[in-house]
């Protein structure tokens, strides 16, 4: 259960694949570069509790710092580099990082942050180093490549993705378990995946998001090869199908919407054969573009619904997806809870705040108010979604409470007018939002990512206007839609609505009005 029983058994046997570059690193490899990482951090004089934070590209380092720090039993945090400059300094200072691990193509971000990260005491750097960090490799090379004495299993400390606000650490008490134990959740991928050691996994979201590690992690614990997409092409994940046989792969649902979007030659070129489950969770899927992914790959599609918290999961198979369509599923080792605002539950088919019940504990990091709004007075937890449970058991998600727009007193999802837009032929990405509007308190807005920017116009915006009207009540619907050239949404499909929306609200704060981009 860990990739030194593999190197042990199967030193050539591939851990992982960088898909641009081909480059191979064996599990002989991967074994040896986490003992070295590991002895680097007891140097150091980290022990078994401390953290550090990992933030890097897709870089064939990723995974064996990782595997250091997990053998080595200390938290890890990775950031994402997409961040901001003082959402970034946020998330290392308040998990307490000792260490700080990053990479030359992060050098400009990383100069931003001098003297903003006070409390690491070591600063490293793969690929070379700038001022005020030392040099990762060539500290590494002075490493043992045997474990250390006192190996133990650490834990990642992921921080959720911030679109509403400064993002939450989520740490999970570590375990008292030899290295190698894991914990019951690690065998996810045999148990219900299906997954064996001759299986191949493709990855192609960045490694710095909960479920592209989660997954790896899981992966190489039992000998199943990885392939890491350096960055998301629509065109390449299929080739990379293809190219490596993938029999296992994780998505987000804008994935599949660019994949659809490829020209249907494009699409017919490659052999998807291979594939046995296609894993996708992250945001809600829209129901057209399930259904056409089904229709294109097969019931092979697989949705789960769950957090970085995990205090509970849902998932479902595309049988029972088409039996209960825009279902993310039921629970598995855990209930699910549909409540209004004062906790109270709510009858089947009702819309409420989705809580989880006999799940696991969680807290978010120093922040007790935080932990104690995620729970109910009945000691459920939620993730802060709405939705509602049908009379066979299966959960439907409606949005985020955050997102929810009220106009004239009437609750508005901005999910629904979402989920029509994207379908529109020439839209490539959508948000949809509440701004300020002085007889409503909120009107809906929309902004848009157009395939072609230059079509952008007036009669267009009117166009999808008429189009989702077509399909919702007109008070779903956006009163006025703004072109962008690129929608702030984060490549593990997260979108940060509160950065479109902050504009407007601030527009109207300060007077002014917020402009198309």
Request: aromatic share 10%.
């Amino acid at each position: 259960m860990h990739p030194g029983a593999i190197a042990a058994a199967q030193p050539d046997k591939p851990a992982y694949i960088m898909a641009g570059s081909g480059q191979v690193i064996t599990y002989r490899e991967l074994e040896a570069r986490a003992n070295q990482g590991a002895h680097l951090f007891r140097s150091l004089g980290l022990k078994r509790g401390d953290h550090i934070a990992i933030m890097l590209e897709n870089h064939p380092r990723f995974l064996q710092i990782c595997w250091a720090a997990q053998r080595a039993g200390l938290y890890y945090t990775p950031v994402s580099w997409r961040l901001q400059r003082e959402e970034i300094a946020y998330i290392v200072n308040d998990c307490e990082a000792r260490a700080f691990i990053t990479s030359g193509a992060m050098g400009e971000i990383v100069s931003s942050l001098h003297g903003r990260i006070p409390g690491v005491e070591w600063r490293f750097m793969v690929d070379g180093a700038v001022e005020g960090f030392s040099n990762f490799d060539e500290a590494l090379s002075r490493m043992p490549e045997t474990p250390i004495a006192d190996q133990s299993e650490g834990a990642i400390m992921f921080y959720s993705s911030g679109t509403t606000g400064f993002p939450k650490g989520i740490r999970q008490p570590l375990l008292d378990l030899p290295y190698g134990e894991g914990e019951p959740y690690v065998s996810i991928m045999t148990m219900l995946y299906g997954a064996t050691d001759k299986s191949i996994f493709l990855s192609p979201a960045p490694m710095y998001h909960a479920s592209p590690l989660g997954f790896s992690m899981n992966c190489l614990r039992h000998g199943i090869a990885v392939v890491i997409m350096e960055h998301f092409e629509a065109e390449f994940a299929l080739k990379c199908i293809e190219t490596y046989r993938i029999t296992h792969s994780q998505w987000v649902p804008t994935m599949f919407v660019r994949m659809l979007k490829l020209p249907d030659e494009v699409r017919a070129r490659y052999d998807l054969s291979s594939q046995q489950y296609a894993i996708h969770a992250a945001a809600p899927c829209p129901v057209p573009v399930k259904e056409q992914m089904i229709a294109w790959w097969g019931e092979i599609l697989h949705e789960y619904y769950a957090g970085s918290e995990a205090n509970g999961f849902v998932q479902l198979n595309s049988a029972e997806w088409l039996a209960h369509r825009g279902s993310v599923g039921r629970p598995m080792g855990c209930e699910i809870h549909i409540c209004d605002d004062a906790g109270e539950e709510l009858p089947i088919g009702e819309h409420g705040i989705v809580y989880f019940g006999g799940g696991k504990p969680f807290e978010y990091f120093k922040d007790s108010k935080k932990t104690a709004a995620a729970r109910n007075p009945q000691g459920w937890s939620t993730l802060g979604d709405i939705g509602y449970v049908d009379e066979d058991g299966y959960l439907y998600l409606t949005d985020r409470k955050d997102f929810m727009i009220i106009s004239g007193g009437v609750n508005i999802y901005p999910q629904e007018a979402e989920n029509v837009l994207i379908m529109h032929e020439k839209v490539l990405d959508v948000a949809v939002f509440g701004i300020p509007n002085e007889d409503f308190g909120e009107e809906v807005k929309a902004a848009v990512q157009l395939k072609r920017p230059e079509e952008a116009s007036a009669a267009l915006e009117a166009e999808l206007i008429d189009f989702c009207r077509t399909k919702l009540s007109h008070i779903k619907c956006p009163r006025s839609i703004d072109f962008h050239e690129a929608l702030p949404r984060h490549p593990t499909g997260k979108l940060y609505k509160r950065l479109l929306k902050d504009a407007y609200w601030s527009a109207q704060n300060s007077g002014a009005k917020a402009g198309r981009h």
